[in-house]
């Protein structure tokens, strides 16, 4: 069965620092690797997606993830943080033998200090 | 914009009270799906639906049950509600029209539900 793992329940960056987020994932086969933001009061929202191809993807607001099959990780990363980046940040697994359910993470909150 | 809709925000219910939660999507997605949310635990599938009148067990279906009469709307019920099902609840649809839409989940804003 798959499982996605993310290690860091709680983390606190200074804006305008760097930030990554780790994710791993155990799933026999090519894996299906998302991203979802939940903003407080929210629903989750999709940051950004790997199927296939190039192992760096980009996404919205300023986010990317890179595919390293070696580690089985999938880690979020952005540059320069900015406030209103404070959420909750949740890695997801898809299957790709046509079951369209997502595995999801524990998530890991983000906090952003001035 | 894909949208999805859930009846209420914050709901408090009692005991053994029969509970209905409600998502409606108005992207004519195929797919609908039904999370609980807690501190520590992520986001657990209770059930899904991939056509009118079709569901699945998810993870955790002990004590829910669903009904989807209608394309866009999609029920949780809670037959007799109980305080460990205390938590926030996730409503998500998604398309099967074309690859990879089917995993590109659209979530409605939650329902907190507590139960005392």
């Known amino acids: 069965a798959q499982s996605v793992t993310q290690p860091d329940i709680h983390i606190t960056v200074s804006e305008g620092a760097s930030l990554e987020l780790r994710c791993n994932y155990s799933y026999g086969a090519t894996p299906y690797l998302f991203w979802y933001v939940q903003s407080p009061g929210q629903g989750l929202q999709l940051l950004l997606k790997?199927?296939?191809?190039?192992?760096l993807v980009q996404g919205i607001k300023g986010f990317e993830a890179e595919f390293k099959r070696s580690q089985s990780s999938f880690n979020l990363r952005k540059p320069s943080v900015h406030w209103s980046d404070a959420a909750e940040y949740f890695c997801?697994?898809?299957?790709?033998?046509?079951?369209?359910?997502?595995?999801f993470g524990t998530g890991t909150r983000l906090t952003i200090i001035p | 914009d894909v949208k999805v809709t859930q009846s209420s925000r914050y709901l408090v219910k009692r005991t053994g009270e029969k509970v209905f939660l409600e998502c409606v999507q108005d992207m004519d997605h195929e797919n609908m799906f039904w999370y609980r949310q807690d501190p520590g635990l992520g986001l657990r599938l209770i059930y899904f639906s991939y056509d009118v009148k079709m569901k699945e067990k998810g993870d955790i279906p002990e004590g829910y049950s669903v009904s989807r009469e209608k394309k866009e709307r999609f029920s949780l019920i809670l037959e007799s509600a109980s305080t460990n099902q205390t938590s926030m609840y996730l409503c998500a649809s998604s398309s099967q029209s074309r690859f990879p839409g089917w995993y590109e989940q659209y979530f409605g804003p939650g329902t907190r539900l507590t139960v005392t």
């Open positions: 997801a697994v898809g299957s790709n033998f046509g079951n369209e359910k997502l595995t």
């Open positions: 790997y199927f296939s191809g190039d192992t």
